[in-house]
């Protein structure tokens, strides 16, 4: 065997299990449910073509409407809320403006250990009739009828919901700007102190500014986690009551599992993939013309 | 100027305290709680347990299959992240360092997946699955695992590796090694950092699946433990004391795992962002 022929065996015998593995359960997926989603079909026998029905009615659907609003507040609450927010407490352990930081950095990680499932029983003890929520309501108001009633609200029930997202994923971004932080080099932001800069000018003009592609990146993971949300929703709500929580994923799942109907189903997981991209585009349209200012 | 700093601490403090007991006290609540017999937990939410009652752990874990829940849940990630591991650590030192075309096309294809979630393929794989014959079987649980694993572990793997300098490859070459000589004997001991974050991540993403067991499972026998956590909430028990064992049971492990593995956990997170 020659040398040439040595190193391409090599090569595919090193890149082929993964990408065979790959290509069948994820890629070979995705076309047949791209094709599936203009058809009708319950499973059995032939699917039946059916052009864009599935979408059109998904869009004048006002289930599906209310789920893309919860599914774009989940989006709000992870672009604006986790972001900002983990950036903040990074910022500040990474300018040590408080001791005995790794140990508010091991406590406000924690939550990205626990599975979903695990989060949405417990935070449904906590906001439950019996609950902590409502216990200490209670004696702190001094009012013994106080009762949660955002869950019977359509508009509203999806907030404890945005709030438990809040919980689970801040800690994650806070590490990850973290260690983007620790990376920067020190030099640059002595020679700043030593020229008088103020702290909120160095936040300003120095850290932010080197920071837009790591924030960038983080966005583009919040917007795909926001649109797939479905683990936590679904064990804290399961979309209920009356579709008030639901979102694209459920929605999906429910027509998918419960009614078999696998060409709706599939279109509806077609437009989480469309609506992801198109964010993302969206989001790197503004993060390149951010940089670009900043240049 | 001495003053702004002083209210910009205090500030930093309230912020870091507040998030700290946002996390402590639910999961301290949550382990007194399951101490509590059902009725005391609806009649004093607050009060500590008088006695410990662990006849919740006892009840819960044999009346929820826990024991079976938690077996599989070790044989799926194990297997599944030992495999996701090794294939991606393999990919990675190809597409890196044999600069043939077919390997941009092959990374660009992985990239891609990284935006696909398991939801635009559950359909499909669901019916796959069952033609195959392997839906309902622990295979048809540990292959998905691995594809959806893969992704975002090629990215690392090839990341790192890129940044093995290619002298030391060359030299093992001229001295007559192979090239999967080469990745057994000098890539992967010189990765071993990287592959332990690969594995701990990988791992902790498998440990917590959810929605591929609940789609493509069916028998009670091999599914996992956050399904089966989850069957808790619905009609199986109203006994809250054994719902809060049951939550019990699916932390404290993790909580265990993280207060060992933390520093590799969040190396996982924040490589996916590093600049270089």
């Known amino acids: 065997m020659t040398y ?292 | 100027m001495k003053k702004s700093v002083t209210i910009g601490k205090i500030l930093a403090y309230i912020l870091m305290i507040t998030f700290t007991l946002l996390t402590v006290v639910p999961l301290v609540w949550m382990i007194l709680s399951s101490f509590k017999p059902h009725a005391l937990i609806v009649r004093q939410p607050l009060a500590p347990p008088f006695t410990f009652y662990v006849e919740n752990f006892i009840l819960s874990w044999v009346q929820g299959h826990l024991g079976i829940y938690f077996l599989n849940s070790i044989v799926y990630s194990l297997s599944a992240t030992f495999v996701t591991v090794i294939l991606a650590m393999s990919s990675g030192y190809a597409l890196s360092k044999f600069h043939y075309r077919s390997g941009r096309i092959i990374y660009g294809l992985y990239t891609l997946g990284l935006l696909i979630t398991v939801h635009s393929v559950i359909v499909p794989l669901f019916i796959m699955e069952t033609k195959l014959g392997i839906s309902n079987t622990r295979l048809g649980v540990i292959l998905p695992y691995i594809a959806f694993g893969l992704p975002f572990q090629v990215f690392l793997a090839t990341t790192y590796v890129k940044g093995i300098p290619d002298s030391m490859q060359e030299s093992a070459i001229i001295d007559g090694a192979t090239f999967l000589e080469v990745f057994v004997k000098i890539i992967i001991p010189v990765a071993t950092p990287i592959l332990s974050t690969m594995f701990i991540y990988t791992f902790l993403g498998n440990w917590n699946e959810f929605v591929l067991v609940l789609t493509l499972t069916s028998d009670m026998m091999i599914r996992s433990l956050p399904v089966g956590i989850n069957s808790f909430a619905g009609g199986m028990s109203r006994d809250y004391g054994l719902q809060f064992a049951a939550l019990v049971i699916g932390t404290v492990p993790m909580i265990i795992f993280y207060m060992i593995f933390k520093d590799k956990i969040a190396q996982g997170f924040a490589a996916g962002s590093l600049k270089e």
């Open chain 1, 4 to 295: 040439a022929q040595q190193k391409h065996m090599s090569y595919w015998i090193l890149v082929l299990p993964g990408i065979l593995v790959f290509a069948s359960i994820i890629i070979f997926p995705v076309l047949f449910s791209f094709s599936l989603s203009f058809t009708t079909w319950n499973g059995y026998g032939m699917p039946t073509f059916a052009g864009l029905e599935n979408y059109r009615t998904i869009i004048s659907d006002s289930v599906f409407q209310h789920s893309l609003r919860n599914n774009l507040l989940i989006v709000v609450i992870s672009v604006f809320g986790q972001i900002p927010l983990g950036f903040l407490l990074a910022y500040l352990l990474h300018r040590r403006m408080v001791r005995h930081g790794s140990f508010y950095q091991t406590m406000i990680f924690l939550p990205i250990t626990i599975s979903p499932v695990v989060v949405a029983l417990l935070w449904n003890q906590i906001f439950s009739s019996s609950g902590m929520v409502v216990a200490l309501v209670r004696s702190i108001t001094d009012n013994p009828q106080y009762v949660i009633r955002i869950f019977e609200n359509q508009q509203l029930a999806i907030v404890p919901i945005l709030f438990v997202l809040l919980w689970m994923h801040t800690g994650t971004y806070m590490i990850i700007y973290y260690a983007n932080l620790q990376k920067m080099t020190p030099s640059v932001l002595e020679a700043a102190q030593i020229d008088g800069a103020s702290e909120k000018q160095m936040l300003m003009r120095i850290i932010l500014p080197s920071m837009v592609g790591t924030i960038a990146t983080t966005a583009i993971f919040a917007i795909s986690g926001s649109l797939k949300a479905f683990d936590l929703i679904y064990a804290m709500t399961g979309g209920g009551p009356a579709h008030f929580t639901e979102v694209i994923a459920i929605y999906m799942y429910v027509n998918t599992f419960k009614y078999y109907k696998y060409g709706f189903g599939s279109a509806a997981s077609i437009i989480i993939v469309l609506l992801a991209v198109g964010l993302i585009l969206l989001l790197q349209y503004f993060s390149r013309r951010l940089e670009r200012r900043f240049e």
